[in-house]
C-alpha cells in the first residue's frame, strides 16, 4: 500500500473558470454556491472521465427559460416528497439540476393506481434557452404506470432534468424515453435516480437519437428484496454527436435483480460512452445483476469508449458484465446476401435486428411504432 | 449447366484451389469427397461469391456467361444456391420475414413481381409440410436455438423456397443422426429435376446412400484427383483417402 497517494488540491480538480457565463443561470442556493466554488463537472472527475460538461457549454450562449412542457394527463400533478439521496461533495448533475433555475413537475401516483393508457411528457421547442427539469415521480404501491417522455426540438438549446422516483412496494413504473432533438447544437444532460422498495419493478428504455451532445445518468437503488431494476438503451450517432450513458446500480437488499442493456450504432465521427456500474452492498445476497453493452462502429472515425465495473461485497451473487464493439459481422451479411438480398438490405436488415433486440425489452406498441419511426428516419 | 475451368483461389495469400476443373451438366447430381483441407468448402464458398476468397486464375461459368464478376446476390438470382456447412444464427430477424424478403429479393432481381403475403405464406406452408417443419420453428429468429438438425432442414426449405438451377450442399449431412439425414435427403431428391444440378459436398459415404450422384469426385490438394460413378465412394470408405491424396 502507498501512503504517498494523496488527492489532488481542490483547485487542480475543479475547474471553476469552466463556462461561467452559465453562472448567471443559476438560482439562489446552497448548490449554486457550491458549483460557483467548484466548476461545472469536466472530465477530472471519474464519473466524467469521458465527457466534459464544462467545456461542452463553453461555446454555447443561452438564456434561462421555464421547461416547455405539456402532459397529457394532469389528473396525477401532486406534490410529493420524493427526494433521490447522494452525496453533493463533488459537481454532479445533481448539483446543476438543484443549482440552476428551472421548473417542477410532481406526479403522484396514488395506491393502486393502473392506467390503460401511458402518460406523456412532450418537452417542445427550446431554441437559444437552457431548460431545467426537475421531476419527482412517487408510485405508490399496486400501480402500474407507463411514463413516455418526448423530445424533439430543432434550433440550439440545453435541456437539463433531474427525475427522481420512488417505486412502491410491488409496484411497477415503465419509463419510456423517444429524444430526438437537434442533432447539431442542442444539448441534453439528465439524472434519474429511483428507489425501489421490496416487489418494485422500474424499467427504463431510452432511445437517443438527438442531441450533439448528451449525458443520461442512471442511478438505481434496490432497497427491498425481490425488486428488479431494468436500464436499456439506445443510441444511435452519426456526425460529430456524443452521448454518455453512466449508470451506477447499488443493491442494497437480498433478492434483487438488475439487467443492464445498452447498445450503440455509431457512425460518422460521432463518439458514444458506456460506463456501467453493478454495487452489491454486503446484505444483499443472492443478487442477481446483469449488464452488456454492444456497439456496432459503421465508420473509421467512430469511437466508443465502454468502462464496465463491478463492485461486490456480498459473497452469495450472479453478476454478469459483457462488451463488444466492432463492425458489422461479415459471416451474417454473406449469408443474407447469399439468399439474394442485396447487400444494402441486408446490412439494414442486420442493423434494425441489432436495435430492434433493445426495442424488445419493453412491451409498449404505441412507443414502439414512434421508436421504428425514429430509426427509420436515422437510417434513410 | 455450372462448368468450372482451371480455378485457382487463395485465401490470405495461401492457394487453397489449384487449378480445379469441373462440369456438372443439367439434371446431375454430383459429389465431391476429400479429406480435411483439400479445399471442399472453399469451393462452395467461392462458388456462391464470398469476397474475402480471391480468384487468382480460371473461371466459373454458368449457363455459358462467367459468374466470377457477380456479387452474391447477383449469383443467387441467377440462380446457385448454397446451403451452407454452419447455417449462420442472426438474432432479431424472424425466420417468416427471413424468407419472404429472400424469396421477393430474388424475384425483383428476375423481374418478377414480389408475392403478397398471402401467397408467400400458402408457397411457404406448401414446403414446410415436406420437410417436417414445425409452424414454431418459422415464429424463431433465424437459425437462432436451431438444433443441428433443425438447422439443415432450415437451409433445405431454402433452398426448395428459392428454386435454383444449381445447388451446392456442403457437408449437409455432418452433424445429422440417421432420421435427420433421410428427411434432409428426401427434401433434396424431391427437388431434383432435369433443369436443376447439384453439388454434393460430403466426408462420408453414408449420404450418398440416400442422394445418389451421377459422379463421384475426389478432391486432394485443391484439385480433382479423380472421378468416377457412385461405386467410388464405396471405394474410398474402404481404402481411404492415402491413396488418392499420394497421387496428387
Known amino acids: ?380 | 449447366m455450372i462448368d468450372i475451368q482451371n480455378l485457382s483461389v487463395e485465401i490470405d495469400g495461401k492457394q487453397i484451389l489449384d487449378g480445379l476443373n469441373l462440369t456438372i451438366p443439367d439434371g446431375e447430381v454430383h459429389a465431391i469427397m476429400g479429406p480435411n483441407g483439400a479445399g471442399k468448402s472453399t469451393l462452395s464458398y467461392v462458388l456462391a461469391g464470398r469476397e474475402d476468397y480471391v480468384v487468382t486464375g480460371g473461371d466459373i461459368l454458368l449457363n455459358g456467361s462467367s459468374i466470377l464478376e457477380k456479387s452474391p446476390e447477383e449469383r443467387a438470382a441467377a440462380g446457385i444456391f448454397l446451403a451452407f456447412q454452419y447455417p449462420v444464427e442472426i438474432p432479431g430477424v424472424q425466420m417468416t420475414n427471413f424468407l419472404k424478403t429472400s424469396v421477393n429479393a430474388i424475384r425483383k432481381q428476375r423481374g418478377e413481381n414480389e408475392l403478397e403475403a398471402l401467397d408467400f405464406l400458402k408457397l411457404m406452408k406448401s414446403r414446410q409440410k415436406e420437410l417436417g417443419i414445425a409452424d414454431e420453428m418459422l415464429k424463431r429468429p433465424v437459425n437462432v436455438g436451431f438444433s443441428g438438425g433443425e438447422k439443415k432442414r432450415n437451409e433445405i426449405l431454402q433452398m426448395a423456397l428459392l428454386e435454383p438451377t444449381f445447388a451446392v450442399l456442403d457437408e449437409t449431412d455432418s452433424g445429422l443422426d440417421i432420421d435427420a439425414l433421410k428427411i434432409v435427403a428426401d427434401g433434396v431428391n424431391s427437388l431434383r429435376a432435369p433443369n436443376r444440378s447439384f453439388l454434393v459436398i460430403t466426408h462420408y459415404q453414408r449420404l450418398l446412400d440416400y442422394i445418389v450422384p451421377d459422379v463421384v469426385h475426389i478432391l486432394a490438394k485443391g484439385k480433382i484427383v479423380k472421378s468416377g460413378d457412385a461405386s467410388l465412394a464405396l471405394e474410398l470408405e474402404s481404402k481411404g483417402y492415402a491413396d488418392f491424396v499420394e497421387a496428387a
Not at chain 1, 450533439?212 to 427491498?224: A, I, N, P, V
Not at chain 1, 456501467?276 to 472515425?301: E, M, R, W
Request: hydrophobic share 40%; charged share 20%; with cysteine.
Open chain 1, 1 to 380: 500500500m502507498n501512503n504517498n497517494v494523496t488527492s489532488l488540491p481542490v483547485k487542480s480538480r475543479f475547474r471553476p473558470e469552466n463556462a461561467t457565463h452559465f453562472f448567471d443561470l443559476f438560482d439562489h442556493n446552497e448548490y449554486a454556491d457550491q458549483l460557483r466554488a467548484q466548476g461545472l463537472p469536466t472530465n477530472l472527475l471519474e464519473r466524467f472521465k469521458f465527457s466534459n460538461l464544462a467545456q461542452a457549454l463553453k461555446k454555447a450562449s443561452l438564456t434561462a427559460s421555464d421547461p416547455q412542457i405539456h402532459l397529457s394527463d394532469m389528473r396525477f400533478c401532486a406534490e410529493n416528497n420524493v427526494v433521490f439521496d447522494v452525496a453533493h461533495n463533488e459537481p454532479s448533475l445533481w448539483t446543476v439540476a438543484r443549482a440552476l433555475r428551472g421548473g417542477d413537475v410532481h406526479l403522484t401516483f396514488p395506491k393502486n393506481t393502473k392506467l390503460d393508457q401511458a402518460i406523456y411528457l412532450n418537452w417542445a421547442d427550446h431554441v437559444g434557452t437552457m431548460q431545467n427539469l426537475r421531476v419527482k415521480i412517487k408510485v405508490e404501491s399496486g400501480c402500474d404506470i407507463i411514463f413516455v417522455e418526448k423530445t424533439a426540438a430543432r434550433g440550439n438549446g440545453w435541456k437539463n432534468q433531474s427525475i427522481e422516483i420512488d417505486v412502491a412496494a410491488n409496484a411497477r413504473l415503465i419509463h419510456i424515453r423517444l429524444l430526438d432533438d437537434d442533432v447539431a447544437s442542442s444539448l441534453h444532460t439528465s439524472v434519474i435516480g429511483a428507489v425501489l422498495a421490496r416487489d418494485a419493478r422500474y424499467e427504463c428504455l431510452t432511445v437517443n437519437v438527438g442531441s450533439s451532445w448528451s449525458r443520461h445518468e442512471y442511478h438505481m437503488k434496490l432497497q427491498g428484496e425481490n425488486g428488479f431494476a431494468g436500464l436499456y438503451g439506445l443510441n444511435l450517432l452519426k456526425g460529430s454527436q456524443f452521448s454518455d450513458s453512466t449508470i451506477l446500480i447499488e443493491h442494497q437488499a437480498p433478492h434483487c435483480q438488475s439487467s443492464q442493456f445498452f447498445r450503440n450504432l455509431i457512425d460518422d465521427s460521432a463518439q458514444g460512452v458506456f460506463q456501467g456500474k453493478i454495487h452489491v452492498h454486503q446484505i444483499a445476497q443472492q443478487t442477481d445483476g446483469y449488464q452488456l453493452c454492444n456497439n456496432l462502429l459503421l465508420s473509421p472515425q467512430a469511437v466508443m469508449n465502454v468502462k464496465p465495473e463491478l463492485e461486490i461485497y456480498a459473497d452469495d451473487v450472479k453478476c454478469s458484465h459483457g462488451t463488444t464493439t466492432g463492425a458489422l459481422d461479415e459471416t451474417p451479411l454473406f449469408y443474407l446476401r447469399s439468399r439474394g438480398i442485396p447487400e444494402r438490405d441486408a446490412r439494414r436488415l442486420l442493423i434494425e435486428s441489432f436495435v430492434g433486440e433493445v426495442l424488445d425489452k419493453i412491451n409498449h406498441d404505441p412507443s414502439r411504432t414512434e421508436a421504428d419511426a425514429l430509426i427509420a428516419h436515422w437510417l434513410s
